[in-house]
């Protein structure tokens, strides 16, 4: 079974701190997602990654960034968290097939 | 912009087919129609795809309509563990280049 793995369920951090939230899948899929889920507003996308070192802005990018330097891993970075990105956080790749989801990360920044 | 639209929400009496709907006047030739669910606290499921064609699998059958501009995933015998929100969304194939977005799906309850 295809494995999308996202490093922590839950993450508690403080505003101003430097945030990673790492996501891996083993299933050699070429494209990955970051996305946030809030109520009310569904699953928004933050970016997205088509291949290695490539990476394109979704919905919602500001505040965030990415890193995807090998083709399994896809890290989302909040440079300076903020209240505002208290979120449950939803990593997903994709081949043709659809796409597969990881757990999830609720964050929360106090 | 997600390109299909949804009934906010639905309910379904347990054991009763759940028959939701999706329209997505927009699609383009090279679109598939895909199907998920989310239970709650849980990431997202994939359920079904298809292109012109009816599919069924072990979850779920999707009829498309012949113009393709909308579709129905039905659940033909709904459980309690069934009430999820459903999401349809309509994904280009033919390019790695595909965002995949999701709109605010159809929340089913299926009630006892």
């Known amino acids: 079974d295809v494995k999308v793995t996202q490093s922590s369920r839950y993450l508690v951090k403080r505003t101003g701190e430097k945030v990673f939230l790492e996501c891996v899948q083993d299933?050699?899929?070429?494209?990955m997602f970051w996305y946030r889920q809030d109520p009310g507003l569904g699953l928004r996308l933050i970016y997205f990654?088509?291949?290695?070192?490539?990476?394109e802005k979704g919905d919602i990018p500001e505040g965030y960034s990415v890193s995807r330097e090998k083709k399994e891993r896809f890290s989302l970075i909040l440079e300076s968290a903020s209240t505002n990105q208290t979120s449950m956080y939803l990593c997903?790749?994709?081949?043709?097939?659809?796409?597969?989801f990881g757990q999830g990360t609720r964050l929360t920044v106090v | 912009d997600a390109k299909t639209t949804q009934p906010t929400s639905m309910d379904c009496a347990e054991g009763r087919a759940a028959n939701l709907p999706c329209n997505h006047s927009?699609?383009?030739?090279?679109?598939?129609v895909y199907w998920y669910r989310q239970i709650h606290s849980q990431g997202p499921q994939y359920i079904i795809h298809?292109?012109?064609n009816n599919e069924t699998n072990e979850m779920a059958s999707l009829i498309i309509t012949e113009d393709r501009k909308s579709s129905t995933l039905i659940l033909p015998h709904a459980t309690l563990r069934d009430t999820a929100v459903y999401y349809c969304?309509?994904?280009?194939?033919?390019?790695?280049?595909?965002?995949?977005?999701f709109g605010p799906g159809t929340s089913l309850s299926v009630i006892p």
């Open positions: 997903a790749s994709s081949p043709n097939r659809g796409a597969f």
């Open positions: 299933m050699d899929h070429e494209n």
């Open positions: 990654s088509y291949d290695v070192k490539m990476k």
């Open positions: 927009t699609i383009s030739g090279n679109e598939y």
């Open positions: 298809g292109l012109k």
């Open positions: 969304i309509v994904r280009d194939m033919k390019t790695s280049y595909d965002k995949v977005i």
